[in-house]
């Protein structure tokens, strides 16, 4: 079945980096973009960009341009996200999602199950 | 940017009554632009509707959507016990992709 499977939990300190994965199975991985989503404790869903696998494009959300970097390796069906300069409000669980497009309509489906970031000192 | 205002922010009903969840966009969007997600505690978000009103794969009938223009509406015809969790809407009209602060249905 179409699955994203995501790397486990992560505990960083203000001002590092992490980079979370996401594996792709069930499908044809440079189909479909990836998209980013992140979900803060308690809070709701925040958009934070998308990586073409096929061609490597990515287009981010403003609030994350400088601070994320999203990129994939093709031999192994995974895409990635980076982000860096780690502060306490990146405190969060951090999601993938494949895009599906059947004209004229749009979704995200399947989701990977999460990775929560925590951040602290 | 596109901004989804989803009311109300939490329904308090019991299993078997209807649930009438609204997401009103800030602008015009296709409705082929709009979906629904539901999402659990401790469980990513799962797709329930797409296009506005066509229900995703395993999705039962009892869930529905409607609307156009800036004014969407997800029902829930009788509520089962699975049912009770957080309902977010999304837009895919345009960039930045926005979703709505959610609402949280409950059991009264």
């Known amino acids: 079945q179409v699955q994203l499977v995501q790397s486990g939990a992560e505990v960083k300190k203000p001002g590092a980096s992490v980079k979370v994965s996401c594996k792709a199975s069930g499908y044809a991985f440079t189909a479909y973009f990836v998209h980013w989503v992140r979900q803060a404790p308690g809070q709701g869903l925040e958009w934070m960009g998308w990586i073409n696998p096929n061609s490597g494009g990515t287009n981010y959300a403003q609030k994350f341009q400088g601070r994320v970097t999203m990129t994939s390796d093709t031999s192994i069906s995974t895409a990635y996200m980076e982000l860096s300069r780690l502060t306490s409000d990146d405190t969060a669980v951090y999601y993938c999602?494949?895009?599906?497009?059947?004209?004229?309509?749009?979704?995200?489906?399947?989701w990977g199950q999460g990775t929560l970031v925590t951040v602290s000192s | 940017e596109i901004v989804l205002t989803q009311s109300p922010g939490t329904l308090s009903l019991s299993p078997g009554e209807r649930a009438t969840l609204s997401c009103r966009a800030s602008?015009?969007?296709?409705?082929?632009?709009l979906a629904w997600y539901q999402q659990k505690p401790g469980q990513a978000p799962r797709l329930l509707i797409y296009g506005a009103s066509s229900r995703a794969t395993g999705i039962p009938d009892r869930f529905s959507g409607s609307g156009s223009g800036t004014d969407f509406t997800l029902t829930i015809s009788r509520l089962e016990p699975e049912d009770f969790a957080v309902y977010y809407c999304q837009q895919f009209g345009s960039s930045p992709l926005t979703f709505g602060g959610g609402t949280k249905v409950e059991i009264k």
């Open positions: 999602a494949r895009i599906v497009l059947f004209s004229p309509a749009v979704w995200f489906d399947p």
């Open positions: 602008q015009s969007i296709s409705s082929s632009h």
